[in-house]
């Protein structure tokens, strides 16, 4: 592969930043060289985006997630993700980047219909802050979405925000890549427990990336602590769990760059991410 795939949007709570730090301790767990990967509630897939950049072959590779992500990457991995239907969203933006928002709402109030994989990730791509977009029966939830902006002569900022983070533009040439990269992948749009019903083989090395506790709300919620002493009667093979805090004394704190202040600018230092083996 001559470039390197991305994840297909912004997405709070994404792991793009620190991707490469959980793939290379997910890589140094793994028993051989064909043992399987599982991205537990994988959102936007950074972990196995990383994984597929670094050789691992998407067959090797189990998703999970019980949102619209999930849909999204089980269309993506199993090859029925429809480039055409994808192309027709696109096509139909306004030509007026202030249009964005009024035009993003409205797609958002019509009922879900047979293209939520190939609506989602341009709803998600304008939401505001990057924050979920979730789908509740046959309606989305929780969509709200950005203005265009523009420097004003005392703005610090110098350059306009767009309402879609990446452009369209970007957006398809990220999307393409990863229909074409993450073929074979499995995915599984189901809810997180279904995962502790049958004991996974004994070359497994499982991910979890749980909604963090004391954070922004998600759709769908679980109790972490709960799943991992579940996970740990029924399996013994290496468990990694992302949290904004130390959950053992093996757990490591990531480093990434990037802004104080998160979406408010608020924020007095940044945020902490830690990687729990079990």
């Known amino acids: 592969m001559s470039y390197q795939m991305r994840v297909p949007c912004s997405y709070q709570g994404g792991k793009q930043r620190v ?3 959980i793939a290379d301790r997910l890589l140094e767990a793994a028993p051989g060289s064909n043992s399987r990967f599982y991205d537990l509630c994988c959102g936007s897939a950074a972990v196995s985006i990383e994984l597929v950049n670094r050789g691992v072959d998407p067959s090797r590779i189990w998703m999970l997630d019980i949102s619209s992500w999930g849909a999204f990457w089980s269309a993506i991995g199993s090859g029925k993700f429809n480039m055409s239907a994808f192309d027709k969203f696109l096509s139909e933006l306004p030509a007026d980047k202030r249009d964005f928002k009024a035009h993003m709402s409205s797609l958002s109030m019509l009922p879900v219909g ?18 979920q977009i979730w789908r509740n029966g046959e309606h ?3 969509a709200c979405f950005r203005d265009y902006w523009e420097p004003t002569a005392t703005s610090i900022r110098r350059s306009p925000a767009n309402p879609m983070q ?5 957006l398809r040439r990220r999307i393409e890549a990863l229909v074409n990269g993450m073929k074979g992948v499995t995915c599984l749009n189901v809810d997180i427990m279904t ?10 090395v499982v991910y979890v990336d749980p909604p963090y506790q004391n954070t922004t709300r998600y759709a769908y919620n679980f109790d972490i602590k709960s799943f991992i002493n579940r996970f740990q009667e029924e399996n013994d093979v290496p ?13 490591t704190m990531l480093t990434f760059g990037g802004a104080k202040g998160g979406i408010s600018g608020i ?5 902490q991410e830690w990687l729990n083996r079990f």
Do not use: I
């Open 19 to 21: 991707a490469a730090q």
């Open 114 to 131: 047979d293209h939520e994989v190939e609506l989602y990730p341009l709803l998600q791509a304008c939401s505001f802050g990057g924050k």
């Open 140 to 142: 989305w939830a929780n």
């Open 166 to 170: 990446p452009s369209p533009t970007e």
């Open 195 to 204: 995962v502790l019903s049958t004991p996974l083989p004994s070359d497994a």
């Open 239 to 251: 468990l990694f769990v992302s949290e904004g805090s130390p959950l053992n004394a093996s757990a």
């Open 267 to 271: 924020r007095k230092g940044k945020h």
